[in-house]
């Protein structure tokens, strides 16, 4: 079974740091891991369009650039898209829409194994053999180190609900969650200030949501767009970040280069003043048997 290198740098407390893609081309996996920057690729499956192959091809580039992969996505399709995510080669899950301590055991229990083998208060899960890219299609399935496997996947949960913050401490209770990252676009919604994310209301929820998790041993984690915005948060103790998302970074260039390149075509270039001609030279004689009553210019 891989190594879950995720899960080691929690073990021993060291920060990470990953990016998101919407697209599911693995090449971008690739680019990404060439840089030799970054622990882990999101693939924001709730937003992206993708079939079980791309999961597949996700999978095998994570492996290519020594990288850890996590798959977010929707509360209708936990069991599912974990059950399949996990198989393609993804080694942590991260599960949108928890609202209360029943949504949290159903995301861990869709992420670990139905069997009394379990490690620690990792929880105890759905999830049956299978044969799948994780475990050599054939060749570990139904080990214990395959058990071992879905165990040390990351569970990772968004903090994005009034229902959720409002209950944070008991959710935050159930065992077997290890990340924690809190959702200002969907909890601003969520209490009637879409948008309003610097609103004391949804400031505070951000800051209860740190503090409970490191509280409880947890550990946060934030989305930024620019490394630039980290500084506060790094105060408050948070080590695990995720920065940028392919789409926005190429709607940014888009938009800045854009507008540049439509300047250029706005502004007209200076014009430069002609130099006057030169009077003409008028010849005297004859040219080939012809007065050269032309002029002759240089």
């Known amino acids: 079974m891989r190594r879950n290198l995720l899960r080691e740098r929690l073990n021993a407390g060291k920060p990470t740091v990953g990016t998101h893609i919407l697209s599911a081309w693995p090449t971008l996996v ?18 992206a369009p993708f079939t079980m192959h791309d999961l597949d091809n996700l999978g095998r580039s994570f492996e290519l650039m020594n990288m850890a992969g996590m798959i977010k996505i929707e509360q209708t399709q936990y069991t599912h898209q974990a059950m399949r995510a996990i198989g393609a080669g993804f080694q942590s899950v991260l599960f949108a829409d928890i609202r209360s301590v029943e ?4 995301a861990v229990d869709a992420v670990r194994a139905e069997t009394t083998m379990v490690r620690g208060a990792r929880g105890r899960g759905r999830l049956g053999v299978g044969m799948r890219r994780d475990v050599g299609t054939v060749r570990q399935g139904g080990t214990p180190a395959y058990v071992d496997a879905l165990n040390e996947v ?6 994005e609900k009034k229902s959720c913050v409002d209950d944070l401490d008991a959710i935050l209770s159930v065992p077997g969650i290890d990340m924690v990252q809190f959702g200002a676009s969907d909890f601003s919604m969520s209490i009637g200030k879409t948008g309003q994310y610097g609103d004391s209301e949804v400031l505070a929820a951000e800051t209860k949501t740190i503090q409970t998790a490191l509280k409880k041993g947890l550990h946060p984690r934030v989305e930024l767009r620019d490394p630039s915005q980290a500084a506060r948060y790094l105060e408050m103790g948070v080590k695990h970040f995720c920065i940028g998302w392919d789409v926005r970074i190429l709607a940014d260039w888009w938009d800045t280069k854009g507008a540049e390149m439509r300047k250029l075509l706005r502004t007209k270039p200076k014009k430069v003043a002609a130099k006057p001609a030169p009077a003409p030279v008028r010849a005297k004689g004859k040219a080939n048997g012809r007065t050269a009553a032309r002029g002759n210019y240089a």
């Not at 690739?30 to 937003?47: N, R």
């Not at 949504?103 to 159903?106: E, I, N, P, R, Y």
């Open 154 to 159: 990351v569970i990772a949960i968004m903090v």
């Open 30 to 47: 690739e680019l990404i891991g060439h840089s030799k920057l970054y622990d882990y690729v999101e693939f924001t499956a709730e937003y």
């Open 103 to 106: 949504d949290a055991k159903l």
